[in-house]
């Protein structure tokens, strides 16, 4: 390791010289790439080289209209046009960019009333608060709420923002095997035997956005209300995408939202805007309004993020906002069973709008995404540490916003690349 004169090493660790050097640096060219246009169903990505192993990047001028499986762009809300776009250009005129204030200072606007009441009507739940970030939302959201003489039983896929808010909460945490109810059983019975904790708290996601695997949340509710537990739900990846009334997992697997003790959710994927909201008992609300970090010493949501959300949610009101969710899953569904009908892996549950594809290692992570971009598809790697070493891969995002020539557009180039690389684990069905 590195060491200054003194003997003191660097503030970065080890870990990271090791997965800089030996990992990162051979598939750095998939990840930061710039994109300039919005992020809907084509996106354009600028294009670029380096010339040595410095971290230094040079960008060539070309840029590339590619169609575009790698935004979070569920159900279709980042077009550039139409009523969500309007309605933050409107916001920004009225209140302008930022508040130059936290919420709790002069940072509230009307538009962060009335999303919080809109969000609370659209889950079915007395009460929400929202906040500029989503990743804040669980991290200073759960320290918030949590103590030290909490136990937090933690699903093992859970996102890092979780991980980090139960960290600086101080909970107690035990890890169950992803979506595993019996290991869950198992972890909670062990705990209430033991008479120590304040409270025991489940915390999970709704859709996993590594795995494209769903909640069994029917199951979860159910061991909860029978050993007396309490239930945090991200719902970053469901809200929205799921569900008939596009209100996400517990509406996808017909559980009362009133069930769910805490259910948390960003804006950043179905609603192709940014922020989060923790929504539930309206005593929940206010205790988080007055100890969570984000809402006294964070920045207040932006106007327009707010005005997009409210359209967004306006729009999902109408039958042809709720077109868009039959859109998604029917966009899911054929683009799942085509991948299939290649012989590659795919992860996940059928409705979930992640279709993670293996590739394995890093390296066939990288060529998947240099040839795919070549042939203008846009698309997310994801690999090592964020999925174990040999279980790299392709997450591909769908969207409502996919035309059908799009996706078989992709297909196509998916094929070619796969059949180049031999990613097929049977022959072709
Ligand atoms: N929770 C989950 C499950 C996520 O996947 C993410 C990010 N993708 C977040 C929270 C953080 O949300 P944001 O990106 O909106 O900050």
Request: with cysteine; charged share 20%.
């Amino acid at each position: 390791t590195e060491r200054n004169r003194e003997g003191y090493a660097p503030l970065y660790n080890s870990f990271e010289q090791f997965f800089s050097r030996y990992l990162y640096r051979r598939v750095r060219h998939c990840f930061n790439r710039p994109i300039c246009s919005t992020p809907a169903a084509e996106v354009t990505i600028k294009e670029r080289y380096t010339d040595d192993y410095n971290w230094t990047f040079k960008f060539t001028g070309t840029e590339r209209r590619c169609i575009n499986l790698g935004s979070y762009n569920y159900l279709g809300f980042a077009e550039p046009t139409g009523p969500c776009a309007d309605a933050a250009a409107e916001a920004v005129r009225r209140y302008g960019l930022a508040l130059a204030s936290p919420r709790a200072e002069l940072g509230s606007c009307a538009l962060h009333k009335e999303l919080e009441e809109t969000t609370a009507r659209f889950l079915g739940v007395e009460a929400a608060i929202v906040v500029g970030m989503g990743f804040a939302t669980n991290s200073l959201g759960l320290p918030g709420l949590l103590g030290p003489g909490t136990l937090a039983l933690s699903d093992e896929n859970n996102h890092a923002s979780l991980i980090l808010g139960l960290r600086l909460a101080r909970a107690a945490v035990r890890v169950f095997r992803h979506n595993d109810l019996r290991h869950l059983e198992q972890l909670a019975r062990a705990a209430i035997a033991e008479r120590r904790w304040t409270n025991i708290v489940i915390v999970l996601e709704g859709v996993y956005s590594m795995e494209g695997s769903i909640v069994p949340l029917q199951g979860v509710v159910a061991l909860k209300k029978r050993l007396g537990l309490q239930l945090y739900l991200d719902e970053a990846h469901s809200v929205g995408a799921l569900g008939a009334h596009a209100r996400g997992v517990t509406d996808h697997c017909g559980v009362e939202p009133g069930d769910v003790d805490v259910l948390m959710g960003t804006f950043t994927k179905s609603f192709g805007a940014a922020g989060g909201y923790i929504a539930g008992s309206a005593k929940l609300i206010k205790w988080i309004r007055a100890h969570g970090h984000a809402h006294t010493y964070a920045h207040a949501m932006s106007p327009p993020v707010a005005a997009q959300v409210l359209a967004a949610m306006r729009a999902l009101r109408t039958p042809a906002g709720l077109r868009r969710v039959r859109t998604l899953r029917d966009n899911t569904h054929y683009f799942r069973r085509r991948l299939r009908e290649m012989g590659v892996v795919t992860y996940g549950h059928g409705d979930s709008p992640v279709v993670p594809m293996l590739v394995y290692t890093f390296s066939n992570m990288a060529a998947v995404v240099e040839r795919l971009t070549a042939r203008g598809i846009a698309t997310v790697g994801v690999g090592f540490p964020a999925t174990p070493l040999y279980k790299a891969r392709l997450r591909f995002c769908l969207s409502a916003a996919h035309s059908r020539e799009q996706l078989d557009a992709c297909l196509a180039a998916i094929q070619e690349v796969v059949d180049e690389l031999g990613l097929q684990y049977s022959r072709r069905r």
